[in-house]
């Protein structure tokens, strides 16, 4: 059984910068692990991917502002997020993808608010 957990989530000021972590139990030779959030009243969103520890994806609100990497010997993908927006505010999920799993996995949630 596959477990994500995520922190790091909390309150800033705009332009602040937070860092998010998720730690798995797992670690897959083949693993896609990506950052979505949801901000209350929208879908949930894409915002980063970490493909097989080296190639990066992000989405065009994002690029340039968050950084996605991982610590492999911690199991855990970070997500520097700096020059924070008051649009950044949501709820951030991690999730674990790899063709070694029949599903996909989600972590709980951690909580970003981000004050004008």
């Known amino acids: 059984q596959v477990q994500l957990v995520e922190s790091g989530g909390g309150l800033v000021q705009a332009g602040g910068s937070l860092r998010l972590s998720c730690t798995s139990t797992?670690?897959?030779?083949?693993?896609?692990i990506s950052w979505y959030r949801q901000a209350p009243g929208k879908q949930r969103e894409f915002v980063a991917s970490?493909?097989?520890?080296?190639?990066?994806n992000y989405a065009d609100s994002v690029k340039g502002r968050f950084t996605i990497s991982r610590d492999n010997a911690k199991n855990t993908v970070t997500l520097q997020m700096n020059s924070l927006k008051p649009g950044d505010t949501a709820v951030y999920y991690c999730?674990?993808?790899?063709?070694?799993?029949?599903?996909?996995?989600w972590g709980q949630g951690t909580q970003v608010t981000v004050s004008s």
């Open positions: 970490l493909n097989n520890g080296i190639n990066t």
């Open positions: 999730k674990l993808n790899s063709p070694f799993l029949s599903k996909d996995y």
């Open positions: 797992n670690i897959f030779t083949i693993q896609t």
